[in-house]
């Protein structure tokens, strides 16, 4: 059994259509992905669209789920409740339709202290550049925004979609869970849509990232709402730090009602992209379900592109 899973020489491809797919199952309207709008894009480097950052991270999410299968963690994973599903990725560039991709995980880490965590190193390749990176861990705990208290709000049934949750920073979008639409992501996200669901047997176990990738759409209407204008000024992602709880993630049925919760923080000269002056604009998200059991909690950072372009001409 190898002590690391390397697909330098097992490339995954996304077309044209994959994006299609999974823009249309989430909802994400970002001209980017748009295979005739990303042209509105004032000065657009990427000269096509691009692939979407949450099905790099659901290709993640199942290239990691063969690894913990071949190498039989997952009996230590249920053996020590580690229920905690964690990723931290930094986007580093983008992915282009029909340009090979390389994804490469490294031997599993565990450590003891102060608790028990499985970790792995994740890298993934396009074009001879790095795409991203990041790490996946699976803890008794969540990693990201565990201190955030959410039971306290009120019904969030009774709040209008699409408004600010009263006496609260959160901006509410309600969706709702549709096994077509997750079968069309993981297979927009290269994952094989038969090892989550299958009719003759009853097998339908919802992916780990899914519900994670509605909260992109959030933002878009968010922001939508706010009147930003997504041709002047697009904003691109720099990183997600996303914990998912495994046990609500096995109850998920379809047409279940998730409430998502959006908090913009302030802009602060203290929170910057790596090495640069770029103000991150962060977002925390938390994804909801009956009685706001707590289903993922996320922290989106995404600067201007304008930003970014300005910075790199500089160098």
Known sequence: MPSEINMKNQPFIFDQIHIEVARN????????????????????????????GFQLNTLIEYQMRLYREAHHENRT??????????????????????????????????????NLTLGNRIAMKADGKTVLLGFKKETQTPQFLADTKLNNLPDLNEIPDR??????????????????????????SLAEQSDYFDELTQLAHYPEIFPCSLASGALLEKAQLENHDFKLNPMVYTSHEISVDRLYVSRLRNNDNLHILVKQLPESPKNTLNQTNIQLRTYHCYGLLENNEVLFRMTMNLVPLEEILKNLRQK
């Open 25 to 52: 199952a989430t909802d994400d309207f970002n001209l980017f992905h748009d295979k005739h709008k990303w042209l509105q894009i004032t000065h657009n480097p990427f000269k096509g669209p691009i692939v979407l």
């Open 77 to 114: 994973i249920a053996e020590n409740n580690l229920r905690f599903s964690n990723y931290q990725i930094t986007f580093v560039n983008a992915v282009r339709p029909r340009t090979p991709v390389y994804l490469e995980i490294k031997k599993t880490l565990i450590k003891t202290i102060p």
């Open 163 to 188: 408004t600010i949750v009263p006496d609260t920073d959160y901006f509410l979008k309600r969706k709702y869970m549709n096994n077509g639409s997750v079968k069309n992501f993981l297979s927009g």
